[in-house]
């Protein structure tokens, strides 16, 4: 994987996650920026000419990390949420609505993982009902493991907090969606899953 | 590489005119009409000659943005690229270092260029109005950057606004040591650099254009034959359609059989698409 650029907003510029990927990516210029919306959210971008050569923003996820998923929209499984750590896919499939859904096609990777799990905790205290976590709509979550280590952490974190009982609806869910996931990772996964983590990777 | 069409224009932006001689040399430039410091080329290489400071390049944009020539242009310029000597405290004398942040010494605000130029060295460019004889920070310190990001900002497209440096000092070889002599020798020695820097700028400018313009086909056939409003819709859009599709050579194969008429050319075109499934109807 590789990236024309890395930006680092400087509040995360120390973080583990962030450490770590500087160092698979090293090589590449690593550039120091104080909000990731100065390179990401600029007016007059040009979806085409960046997507030839994308880079990879590390950035801080602030405010609210884990939201409602709209009514009606959920598995039978319980109340729906989603978080998006990631915005923009490496892919370029034709089909597909992220195709200049943002004004960059730069990768944006919101690195605060524990702030997401704190949202997800606080969402399942607050309801007795079963509660499913969507992941992955403003990107593709797996096809970028390698660099997030996204499945890495959550899926420890959804195997430690989740109740394997089969009769117990007040479990948690998480769903990935992926157009492409490397064969060793997805052996991984289902490691994982058959350990009862209640986390699914839907195929795009 | 295509063939990029001369209406495809890049513009050069240098401060002196010892950066300028070289430059006119690679390009062919030649002076432009009733200008002292505007040279372009018929390849679609413009030339502005700013004059040092971040207030002279800003005159000098609104001089000749405001000339009666950029007036009358039918030329546009997408890409702009900022050629230029620096100072820096770890590069040789003759790197070149391509700028991926250009700040601003004295307002401290940044500016990020979009990473589509590659070179040996990549970093930040920092504007001051004063020579900088120490280099407190890694960077290229420079006198025009950041103005050039803030002016060319007005005229081109984000992506294809680029700069880039050539080292011309450092904590061995001082300013003191700068001569037209020194940058002749230095923009020489980066030549095959920046024709690669303008070719590809050029060339993303292209595609950005075609993109956006009428298919060539097209074009041909409202050369060849009288289209009233409404075929001159119909076609293009079946035109623009053998292009999405990466079918251009079977239009191109079309047309080549001939037609009668606007009505019978909408009809084949349309068939042949259909005959492939993937004509939707308007």
Not at chain 2, 42 to 67: W, Y
Request: net charge negative; glycine share 6%; aromatic share 10%.
């Amino acid at each position: 994987m590789k990236f024309s650029a890395v930006y680092i907003e400087r509040a995360i510029a120390e973080h583990e996650l962030t450490q770590r990927i500087i160092a698979r990516v090293s090589g590449t210029p690593v550039i120091v920026i104080d909000r990731y919306g100065e390179v990401f959210n600029r007016a007059g971008q040009n979806f085409r000419i960046q997507k030839r050569a994308p880079a990879l923003i590390l950035a801080k996820k602030h405010g609210k990390t884990v939201l409602p998923a709209p009514e009606g929209y959920g598995f039978e499984q319980g109340r729906g949420f989603y978080f998006s750590h990631m915005l923009n896919c490496l892919y370029d499939c034709r089909y597909c609505f992220l195709q200049g859904m943002y004004r960059s096609a730069h990768y944006v990777l919101f690195v605060n993982y524990e702030d997401f799990m704190a949202g997800i905790d606080a969402e399942t205290l607050k309801h007795d009902e079963g509660t499913v976590f969507y992941s992955g709509y403003d990107c593709d979550s797996l096809a970028m493991e390698p660099i997030s280590a996204f499945c890495e952490r959550f899926i420890p974190f959804f195997c430690q907090q989740t109740c394997i009982d089969p009769g117990d609806s007040n479990q948690k869910h998480t769903s990935s969606t992926t157009a492409g996931f490397s064969a060793d990772r997805q052996l991984r996964c289902r490691h994982e899953l058959h350990s009862g983590s209640g986390i699914e990777a839907v195929g795009a | 590489m295509p063939i990029i069409s001369e209406s495809v224009l890049l513009t050069l932006v240098v401060a002196l005119p010892a950066e300028a001689g070289p430059l006119k040399d690679f390009f062919q430039l030649k002076p432009l009409r009733a200008t002292t410091n505007v040279f372009q080329s018929d390849q679609g290489i413009r030339l502005l000659v700013t004059g040092v400071g971040r207030k002279n390049l800003t005159q000098s944009f609104a001089r000749f943005a405001g000339s009666e020539f950029a007036k009358e242009s039918q030329q546009v310029s997408p890409a702009w690229l900022n050629m230029g000597i620096a100072g820096h405290r770890e590069l040789a004398v003759g790197e070149m270092m391509v700028a991926n942040k250009i700040s601003c010494a004295v307002s401290a605000q940044s500016s990020f260029p979009t990473p589509v130029l590659s070179g040996n060295h990549y970093g930040e460019v920092l504007t001051v109005d004063e020579p900088e004889l120490t280099y407190p920070q890694n960077a290229a310190y420079d006198m025009e950057a950041h103005a050039f990001w803030d002016m060319a900002l007005n005229y081109g497209m984000l992506d294809l606004i680029q700069c880039c440096k050539l080292i011309s000092d450092n904590p061995h070889d001082g300013v003191e040591k700068i001569t037209a002599a020194l940058i002749d020798e230095i923009f020489y020695a980066a030549s095959d650099e920046i024709r690669q820097h303008v070719d590809l700028l050029r060339n993303l400018a292209y595609e950005q254009q075609q993109l956006i313009s009428d298919p060539v086909p097209y074009l041909e056939i409202a050369d060849r034959i009288h289209l009233n409003v409404n075929q001159a819709l119909q076609v293009r859009r079946l035109c623009q359609r053998f292009v999405a599709l990466n079918r251009e050579s079977e239009l191109e194969a079309l047309l080549a059989t001939g037609y009668r008429s606007a009505r019978d050319l909408t009809q084949i075109l349309r068939e042949s698409l259909k005959s492939a499934g993937k004509v939707t109807e308007e």
